[in-house]
């Protein structure tokens, strides 16, 4: 078996509505800071103590989009994994998330279209019971019939 065979995901083939994977990651004080860093989104929402407890939520949150990359993590290593390639993403921010809270973020299957090599997915992120994101991805996944 070769090393491509062994680090690829699922193939179109191998995929079924109805599946799902998960992914959780803690929302640290390093990752806003790296995450600010590198999106140039420096807002004191979520840098600033001071700025932020005079706003909305009276505490600094995570940069949505910090929240949203964890949608990347479950598609790109678990379902379908890799080989497949985002085409596009649609979410809905419901509920803040806050430095020390720990995100899941559930992926599920819910159309495949194996003449286009595409699936979609229902992406919705959590903090324990509650629904922080909601979305939905259009990935093109490998058909191991055209490799």
Same mark, same amino acid.
């Given at each position: 078996?070769?090393?491509?065979?062994?680090?690829?995901?699922?193939? $179109?083939?191998? +995929?079924?509505?109805?599946?799902?994977?998960?992914?959780?990651? /803690? $929302?640290?004080?390093?990752?806003?800071? $790296?995450?600010?860093?590198?999106?140039? @989104?420096?807002?004191?929402?979520?840098?600033?103590?001071?700025?932020? *407890?005079?706003?909305?939520?009276?505490?600094?949150?995570?940069?949505?989009? +910090?929240?949203?990359?964890? $949608? /990347?993590?479950?598609?790109?290593? *678990?379902?379908?994994?890799?080989? =497949?390639?985002?085409?596009?993403?649609?979410? *809905?921010?419901?509920?803040?998330?806050?430095?020390?809270?720990?995100?899941?973020?559930?992926?599920?299957?819910?159309?495949?279209?194996?003449?286009?090599?595409?699936?979609? +997915?229902? /992406? @919705? =992120?959590?903090?324990?019971?509650?629904?922080?994101?909601?979305?939905?991805?259009?990935?093109?996944?490998?058909?191991?019939? *055209?490799?």
């Amino acid at each position: 078996m070769s090393v491509f065979q062994e680090l690829h995901g699922k193939y $179109i083939e191998d +995929l079924e509505v109805g599946m799902t994977a998960i992914y959780s990651k /803690t $929302i640290t004080e390093a990752a806003i800071e $790296i995450f600010a860093g590198l999106s140039g @989104d420096t807002n004191p929402t979520h840098l600033s103590n001071d700025f932020a *407890k005079e706003e909305r939520f009276k505490e600094r949150i995570a940069h949505g989009m +910090l929240v949203a990359s964890n $949608i /990347t993590g479950v598609l790109g290593t *678990k379902l379908p994994g890799p080989g =497949c390639l985002y085409m596009s993403q649609t979410m *809905k921010f419901l509920a803040p998330t806050r430095i020390g809270e720990t995100v899941t973020t559930r992926a599920t299957v819910t159309g495949i279209n194996l003449e286009k090599n595409r699936v979609t +997915l229902k /992406t @919705d =992120c959590f903090v324990g019971d509650t629904q922080v994101l909601d979305g939905e991805a259009l990935l093109w996944v490998p058909s191991r019939e *055209k490799m």
